[in-house]
C-alpha cells in the first residue's frame, strides 16, 4: 500500500525495493581499501551499495564527493552491515563528506556504504572510497 503522507494529495509515485542482506543485495559494487569507485544515481529514488570487508577493530574513513554536479544533488550515506542493519558506527545516514567509522568488527562483513540523495529530488555521479586506517590498505 502506498499512501501520501499527509494523506491529501493524488498523483504518480515511485516505488523501489532493495534487498539490504549481502547475500541477497543486489547491484552492489566491491570497494578496493583506497582506490575511488566512480558511481551514478541514475533517478531520485535511486540507491547504490559500495561492499568492503573489514580485518578486526578497524577504523575505517569513508568519503564522498560529487564528480558532476547536477541541481539538487546532494549525497547522504551510511553504513550497513552482512545482515543490512545499521554499522555500529556511521550506522545512521550523514551528508558528511568523510567521516570515520571506528572499532568495525570483522564478523560484521561485508560492510557496505549505502548512498542516496538526501532529499530524494536530485540525481548525478559521484565517487566513494574507503581507507583502513588502524591497518592502512593491503
Known amino acids: 500500500q502506498v499512501t501520501d503522507g499527509s ?7 515511485v516505488v523501489q525495493f532493495h534487498r ?5 543485495a543486489c547491484d552492489q ?7 575511488p569507485s566512480v558511481d551514478t ?3 531520485v529514488a ?7 570487508s573489514a ?11 560529487v564528480v558532476t554536479p547536477a541541481p539538487h544533488f546532494d549525497l547522504e550515506w551510511r553504513l550497513i552491515d552482512a545482515a543490512g542493519n545499521p554499522a555500529p558506527s556511521c550506522g545512521a545516514f ?14 560484521r562483513s561485508p560492510y557496505r556504504v549505502e548512498v542516496q540523495d538526501i532529499f530524494r529530488d536530485g540525481f548525478g555521479t559521484y565517487d566513494v572510497r574507503v581507507d583502513f586506517l588502524t591497518s592502512g590498505c593491503p
Open 55 to 65: 580485518p578486526e577493530q578497524e577504523t575505517v574513513r569513508v568519503a564522498l564527493s
Open 94 to 107: 550523514t551528508s558528511a563528506a568523510a567521516l570515520d567509522c571506528p572499532d568495525l568488527p570483522a564478523y
Open 41 to 43: 544515481l541514475r533517478s
Open 7 to 13: 494523506l491529501n494529495d493524488t498523483g504518480p509515485y
Open 20 to 24: 539490504l542482506t549481502a547475500s541477497r
Open 29 to 35: 559494487t566491491d570497494l578496493a581499501c583506497g582506490a
Open 46 to 52: 535511486d540507491t547504490t551499495l559500495h561492499a568492503f
